[in-house]
């Protein structure tokens, strides 16, 4: 069986509904190589357009215990939900440790309507941030209408991972000048929603308060961002939460904004997708019998870099000719 029947057959057998399939084939997805390279149109094309909410915020601010808590109130209503739990900081640890960090309650654990996907940044060839949009589109066209993305941190490349879901919630918790901090990490820009999770503690309030202050002094938006609290632990504030979600979900949907969204995303990642190709390409030029000799001769300085990178350039549109 060759690669590619065995790739389809896996797309199949993960449209299907078989479980073990789709872990398989998400493998292939994420290693991003040839296989996956020739069902990328159809894994594009049996997608149904599910909802994707990313969940954002410091470590420990409750993200892991807050998507549990909205597994469940998902299933509550009936729909299948996937997560996919993203760590771009961590290269070495695999799905073991990472999967960990995901724990579901023992009731979404069983439930075979829920689906949870463990990602780091470990040997992809496109990097995590070209897989997870691939994950995702794999997701739904397995059949899952609803896929949260929980990222572990807050920094640059997370943000830019939480830019792939149509909702973003930023967690955030009382006290403590988390608002101050979120702000600066241009947070509030990115949220679509805002929670104050750990509504147990003191200072829930005034934080708040902040918040709104914050983002009455941005432009304003037909979509306002809202400010809930919640505490995950107990799941008080999880069903008004998700009906917000639900909320911007309908509001993308009528505006057309969803589809506009989605669009710029498409473009975004093929951008990025082509940038991290062609550097790929150039690195391996570089190492090449060939390129090594223009790199020695621009080392002794025998050419000059502008004809070095000439010649690398027309060196790499040779391979890349040759391999399409
Ligand atoms: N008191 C309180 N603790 C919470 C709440 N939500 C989460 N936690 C606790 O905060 C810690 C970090 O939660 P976790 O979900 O792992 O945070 P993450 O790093 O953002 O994923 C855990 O010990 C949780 O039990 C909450 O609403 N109230
Ligand atoms: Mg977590």
């Known amino acids: 069986m060759g690669e590619r029947e065995s790739a389809d057959a896996l797309l199949r057998s993960a449209i299907g509904g078989d479980r073990r399939a789709l872990a398989r084939l998400l493998s292939v997805v994420e290693a991003g190589g040839a296989p996956f390279r020739v069902i990328a ?15 954002t915020g410091a470590p420990g601010a409750g993200k892991s215990t807050l998507t549990d808590a909205l597994v469940t109130e998902v299933r509550r209503h009936g729909s299948r939900v996937a997560v996919v739990a993203v760590d771009p900081s961590s290269p070495l640890s695999g799905g073991a440790i990472l999967g960990d960090r995901v724990r579901l309650r023992q009731q979404n654990v069983v439930d075979d309507d829920v689906y949870v996907r ?8 496109g990097g995590l941030s070209l897989a997870v ?3 995702i589109r794999t997701l739904d066209a397995a059949g899952w209408p609803v896929v949260l993305i929980e990222t572990v941190g807050v920094g640059q490349s997370e943000v830019a991972i939480t830019e792939n879901a149509d909702t973003t919630v930023v967690v955030l918790n009382p006290g403590w000048g988390d608002e101050v901090q979120a ?4 947070l509030l820009e990115i949220a679509d929603v805002l929670v104050v999770n750990k509504a147990d503690r003191p200072g829930v309030q005034a934080t708040v308060r902040d918040l709104e202050r914050m983002l009455h002094l941005g432009k304003v938006q037909p979509w306002a961002p809202a400010v809930l609290t919640t505490i995950a632990t107990d799941g008080t504030g999880v069903d008004r939460l998700w009906q917000v979600i639900t909320d911007h979900q309908r509001f993308l949907a009528e505006t057309g904004e969803r589809e506009h969204r989605r669009a710029q995303r498409r473009i975004a990642e093929v951008r990025e997708r082509v940038l991290h190709e062609l550097t790929d390409v150039s ?3 570089e190492r090449s019998h060939a390129g090594a000799l223009i790199i020695g001769a621009l080392a002794k300085g025998e ?12 060196l790499a549109a040779g391979r890349m000719a040759d391999a399409r």
């Open 283 to 285: 690195s391996r030029v």
């Open 303 to 314: 050419i000059d870099p502008v004809t070095a990178s000439d010649r690398l350039i027309r």
């Open 118 to 125: 463990s990602m780091a940044s470990r040997g992809q060839l």
């Open 41 to 55: 149109p159809q894994i594009f094309a049996a997608g149904r357009g599910t909802h994707t909410v990313g969940l």
């Open 133 to 135: 949009p691939e994950v």
């Open 183 to 186: 702000n600066k990490a241009g």
